[in-house]
């Protein structure tokens, strides 16, 4: 795992909000070190118009972030994936498609900013700490040794991310 782009796929239910948040973020931090990617197990088919308003916001990139069934991810034209981080507690409890290549594995679970109500600031701030979170803990995941590290030794400190 030390010199390759690492594919990194952010699973949510609705693939709507947090998943494409995570997919923008690691997309624009990853420095060309990773390539993100997005999905759902039931997948809303729309993305949430706040989520992008809030990658735009912190400077990520937004272009191709669309709503789509993880089943595209076991096409054999898919990208091979190196991690699958389920960033909802829905998506983490449900049986997944075994991914070819057996690609690590995480929970990152982060509270839904979809399902605050209020006002259109409290939603705003919602989708903003919620993608606060994100980037943390993908910044986390950045600074990694990636090189210097086992196969194991990757995928205990990728777990322990989503408990900080």
Same mark, same amino acid.
């Given at each position: 795992?030390?010199?390759?782009?690492?594919?990194?796929?952010?699973?949510?239910?609705?693939?709507?909000?947090?998943?494409?948040?995570? =997919?923008?973020?690691?997309?624009?931090?990853?420095?060309?070190? +990773?390539?993100?990617?997005?999905?759902?197990?039931?997948?809303?088919?729309?993305?949430?118009?706040?989520?992008? $308003?809030?990658?735009?916001?912190?400077?990520?990139?937004?272009?191709?972030?669309?709503? &789509?069934?993880?089943?595209? +991810? =076991?096409?054999?034209?898919?990208?091979?994936?190196?991690?699958?981080?389920?960033?909802?507690?829905?998506?983490?409890?449900?049986?997944?498609?075994?991914?070819?290549?057996?690609?690590?594995?995480?929970?990152?679970?982060?509270?839904?900013?979809?399902?605050? $109500?209020?006002? =259109?600031?409290? $939603?705003a701030r919602?989708?903003?700490?919620?993608?606060?979170?994100? &980037?943390?803990?993908? =910044?986390?995941?950045l600074a990694?040794?990636?090189?210097?590290?086992?196969?194991?030794?990757?995928?205990?400190e990728v777990? $322990?991310?989503? &408990?900080?």
């Amino acid at each position: 795992m030390a010199d390759a782009v690492h594919n990194v796929l952010f699973l949510c239910t609705h693939n709507s909000a947090r998943s494409i948040l995570a =997919e923008g973020l690691l997309n624009g931090l990853g420095a060309g070190r +990773f390539r993100a990617f997005s999905a759902g197990s039931h997948p809303s088919g729309t993305v949430r118009p706040l989520a992008v $308003q809030t990658l735009q916001a912190m400077g990520m990139p937004t272009a191709g972030l669309h709503s &789509k069934d993880w089943s595209v +991810f =076991e096409r054999p034209d898919a990208p091979r994936l190196d991690f699958v981080i389920t960033v909802c507690d829905q998506a983490a409890g449900e049986v997944c498609p075994l991914w070819p290549g057996q690609p690590l594995t995480a929970h990152w679970g982060v509270a839904d900013p979809s399902a605050v $109500q209020g006002s =259109e600031e409290q $939603q705003a701030r919602a989708y903003r700490d919620t993608a606060l979170v994100l &980037k943390r803990r993908i =910044e986390l995941m950045l600074a990694l040794p990636m090189p210097t590290l086992d196969r194991l030794a990757i995928q205990h400190e990728v777990r $322990q991310i989503g &408990k900080a």
